[in-house]
């Protein structure tokens, strides 16, 4: 009996540990680590890494990538262009937003037979965008806006011969100085036609809802709808790489991320592709079961899926927490995302969170 108290003592001891270490600022840890830029890939490094199920073609005749990128440019940055823009977004893609609700923004709308496609892009990148039946299914292109840049103009169908097909370049990132988050774009070879069968875009081998691109690049399983074994799929599980606990800390960070949710809350569960990204080795965190989607992977580059190792998907990111001196229910956290960040201080009282924003800045 003495070894059994023992065993379950050292077992709870190592969990409290490794989440004292993978949550909680040590003495003489920073607050929080500041924006890291990465070296661009070059031409042979894209090429090089490219999704096997990809086809590119180099084009004899094509648009510019700096024609097409200031065309765009002049109808999203400037005020009343802009609001022009999304206005026709509203109009012209009514049908795709009455299903979609807003996910996506949408481009190079097409009917073919009793199918209607668009090409959608989020925060996680390009889809392939399907009405069929009345029935709206999203198709993960698994190709990297870090690297990739579709022509804003196209001249060609987008869906033809069992083939997805579109017209770009390859890019790089370019950072604008003083505004972290804040990107660019430069080609670094233009004029591609980048090609995907039909047939591999729509694999979804587990039949969960999510394409198997989708769940490669993203460190899901594509052989097995429920990838954390909870119990719940992968296409409806709010956290479907962590099984989701409950304790004050993942509330916290539970109540850190739906208040930026805003007017979206309400239409969630009709939203699948709404889905935030976060990076943490946080155990609290990567236990949560937040009102929205979310996909944790660990700061450790080498062990997440390739997709997200070279793609800038991470939007808001969180601090470890620091405890207060003199309070053991008071703690302070960073939040930083694109354009601000804000520091907060968390109490805990009563079995619940009341946070407030006690520093940061907005760009």
């Not at 022009?84 to 073919?112: H, L, P, R, T, V």
């Not at 956290?239 to 809350?265: A, C």
Request: charged share 30%.
């Amino acid at each position: 009996m003495k070894i059994l108290y023992f065993t379950v003592f050292a077992l709870f001891f190592s969990c409290t540990k490794s989440s004292e270490d993978s949550c909680f600022i040590k003495e003489g840890e920073p607050f929080f680590e500041g924006y890291i830029q990465k070296d661009p890939f070059t031409v042979k490094q894209i090429l090089n890494k490219k999704p096997d199920y990809l086809e590119i073609i180099k084009l004899k005749k094509f648009r510019s990538f700096k024609k097409d990128s200031s065309q765009y440019r002049s109808k999203i940055y400037s005020l009343g262009s802009n609001d022009e823009y999304w206005n026709d977004q509203k109009k012209i893609f009514a049908d795709f937003d009455k299903y979609f609700f807003g996910q996506f923004e949408y481009s190079f709308k097409q009917n073919e037979k009793n199918i209607q496609y668009a090409l959608g892009r989020n925060n996680l990148g390009y889809w392939l965008l399907e009405i069929k039946n009345n029935q709206a299914s999203a198709y993960f292109l698994g190709l990297s806006f870090s690297h990739y840049y579709f022509n804003k103009t196209q001249n060609i169908p987008i869906v033809k011969d069992g083939f997805f097909q579109i017209e770009g370049s390859l890019v790089k990132i370019v950072k604008v100085p003083g505004l972290p988050g804040h990107d660019d774009y430069s080609a670094v070879e233009e004029g591609k036609l980048f090609k995907i069968n039909l047939k591999d875009l729509l694999k979804d081998s587990d039949k969960d809802g999510f394409n198997d691109i989708f769940e490669k690049s993203f460190g899901l399983k594509p052989d097995n709808k429920d990838t954390d074994g909870d119990g719940v799929s992968d296409f409806k599980d709010h956290n479907p790489r962590f099984k989701s606990e409950k304790n004050k800390f993942t509330d916290l960070y539970e109540d850190l991320l739906s208040q930026h949710l805003g007017i979206v809350e309400a239409k969630l569960d009709k939203m699948p592709y709404f889905i935030m990204p976060f990076e943490t080795d946080c155990n609290y965190f990567q236990k949560v079961n937040p009102k929205a989607k979310v996909l944790i992977v660990s700061l450790n580059k080498s062990t997440q899926p390739y997709y997200m190792q070279v793609t800038d998907v991470f939007g808001s990111k969180y601090s470890k927490i620091q405890k207060d001196k003199d309070n053991n229910e008071k703690f302070y956290i960073h939040e930083s995302g694109s354009g601000y960040v804000n520091d907060y201080s968390a109490e805990y009282k009563k079995g619940k969170w009341f946070f407030n924003l006690i520093g940061g800045t907005v760009s």
